[in-house]
């Protein structure tokens, strides 16, 4: 499975982890603020060789059997250019932000997808009360 390549540490000490931001509590129905960070402690590489090129977010409610996919961002620019790699005026930071209106309480699953180190992930628990 896939699964098995899928990479968590704590954020402190590893640069690729997600670092998933928002309130631990919210009431159902108000919009939540979310911000998902790769490279929080530790910077990563952004460059044209060496770059986060996505973070996708999901949402599991409390007993679901299936998760719900409630953000994505592509980080395309990576200062790519005709003057050669590195040269482009346009780089992409690794940052997510999104806001989401949740009804049950449950976990949030950030991953994210470096072009060299794979994929990571990392999780979060929201109580909506
Ligand atoms: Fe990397």
Do not use: Q
């Amino acid at each position: 499975m896939l699964s098995e390549f899928v990479k968590s540490a704590d954020w402190k000490s590893e640069k690729h982890v997600p670092v998933i931001e928002c309130a631990e509590t919210v009431k159902a129905g108000d919009a939540l603020a979310i911000a998902v960070t790769v490279g929080k402690e530790i910077a990563h590489p952004n460059t044209t060789n060496h770059h986060i090129s996505w973070i996708a977010l999901h949402f599991v409610p409390v007993g679901a059997k299936v998760s719900i996919e409630i953000g994505r961002c592509e980080f395309s620019a990576h200062g790519a250019s005709v003057e050669g790699p590195d040269k482009g005026p346009a780089f992409t930071d690794s940052t997510l932000t999104i806001r989401a209106k949740l009804a049950v309480s449950g976990t949030l699953y950030a991953t994210s997808f470096c072009n060299i180190h794979g994929l990571w992930s990392s999780e979060k628990a929201v109580v909506v009360a």
